[in-house]
Nanobody
Framework: QVQLVESGGGLVQAGGSLRLSCAAS????????MGWFRQAPGKEREFVAG????????YYVDSVKGRFTISRDNAKNTVYLQMNSLKPEDTAVYYC??????????????????WGQGTQVTVSS
């Protein structure tokens, strides 16, 4: 069993920054891939960013490239999502998820088998 706990969400003005954290337990951290998804009201949950922890490679959806950065701290079993230059359209509940690490970054929701509870990010204009 894997437990994922997100934190760091909140309300920020457009152009501002937030850093989300996802603390993982119950699984060897370096053996799985981690992803961040988001879901806005009335919309499907979408992939935002991910990292293969064994290979170290990352992948981002086009809408956040250059603004968001995913990183990890192995000592803390924690993955972060640094979000800069936030826009109102980034408003959503953000979820972290873990998947079996195959050496690349999974981008589909059904490739992930454990999920956190989500953290709300609201960007005001």
């Amino acid at each position: 069993q894997v437990q994922l706990v997100e934190s760091g969400g909140g309300l920020v003005q457009a152009g501002g920054s937030l850093r989300l954290s996802c603390a993982a337990s119950g699984r060897t951290f370096s053996r799985y891939a981690m992803g961040w998804f988001r879901q806005a009201p009335g919309k499907e949950r979408e992939f935002v960013a991910g990292m293969s922890l064994s290979a170290g490679n990352t992948y981002y959806v086009d809408s956040v490239k250059g603004r968001f950065t995913i990183s990890r701290d192995n000592a803390k079993n924690t993955v972060y999502l640094q979000m800069n230059s936030l826009k109102p359209e980034d408003t959503a509940v953000y979820y972290c998820a873990s998947a079996t690490d195959m050496g690349w970054v999974p981008t589909r929701r059904n490739q992930y088998d454990y999920w956190g509870q989500g953290t709300q990010v609201t960007v005001s204009s």
